[in-house]
């Protein structure tokens, strides 16, 4: 099993910047899927975005053009780059994984590991 601990989150204005960490330690297990979910109070979880171990990503609609999602192999850490931060972005920050079958994509799969979240708040 992988452990996933997020860092990074904080309240910020609107337009700003952050850059949300997650550091992965345990078995890391490949193929794989890996991601950030979010949960604002009283929403639905919503799947941000995810990569999976050969770099191919995808994002919710509500994020394309503003967060990049990325990893760094060598030091087994995904990051979220999140510009042009909202008010609507404001919620709990999760990265999670899940282990895949090469010729599936991540789309196809539940999450099974999870970080303990981040705060983010994105006042106007």
């Known amino acids: 099993q992988v452990q996933l601990v997020e860092s990074g989150g904080g309240s910020v204005q609107a337009g700003e910047l952050l850059r949300l960490t997650c550091a992965a330690s345990?078995?890391?297990?490949?193929?794989?899927?890996m991601g950030w979910v979010r949960q604002a109070p009283g929403k639905e979880r919503e799947r941000v975005a995810t990569?999976?171990?050969?770099?191919?990503?995808a994002y919710a609609d509500s994020v394309k053009g503003r967060f990049i999602i990325s990893k760094d192999n060598t030091k087994n850490t995904l990051y979220l780059h999140m510009n042009s931060l909202k008010p609507e972005d404001t919620a709990m920050y999760y990265c999670?994984?899940?282990?895949?079958?090469?010729?599936?994509?991540?789309?196809?799969?539940?999450?099974?590991?999870w970080g303990q979240g981040t705060q983010v708040t994105v006042s106007s």
């Open positions: 999670a994984a899940v282990p895949r079958q090469f010729y599936r994509r991540c789309h196809e799969y539940q999450f099974e590991d």
């Open positions: 345990g078995y890391i297990y490949t193929p794989y899927c």
């Open positions: 990569i999976e171990e050969n770099g191919r990503t």
